[in-house]
């Protein structure tokens, strides 16, 4: 058997790389197709500035309801009747205040709305309701 004699010039190995562009070139065009350009909605606000800001002293007003039926104020225990009465009195001392009720998980849902009632017939709309400890 006769052998060919290599030539002395050695070829080198080469990648073709117009498949791999071409991959390249697709998925670019994909991305830019499948890519919305949506504004984000929301509210445009100017914030103030520092030495326009204002300190403001908004305390809140906390009412807790436990699961016997007990409504507390400022520590002390208060009638279902009374709440309207102190929180139009704490309402002057603080006018922007708002009402933070923590009602107690097992609490009756009747007697927080009750309360939640009494709270809006003393002038507030800033409620929020939470939940207590287990």
Known sequence: MARKKHSSIEEEAQIDMTPMLDIVFIMLIFFIVTTSFIKPSGLDYNKPEASQ?????????????????????ENRQVDIE?????????????????????????????????????????????????????
């Open 53 to 73: 800001a204002t300190t403001q002293k908004s305390a809140n007003i906390f009412i807790g309801v436990s699961k016997t039926g007990v409504i507390k104020m």
């Open 82 to 134: 009374r709440v309207t009465a102190n929180v139009e009195r704490m309402l002057a001392e603080s006018p922007e205040a708002a009402v933070l009720i923590e009602a107690d998980k097992e609490a009756e849902h009747g007697l927080v709305v009750k309360v939640m009632d009494n709270v809006k017939k003393a002038g507030i709309n800033k409620i929020s309701v939470s939940a207590g400890k287990d």
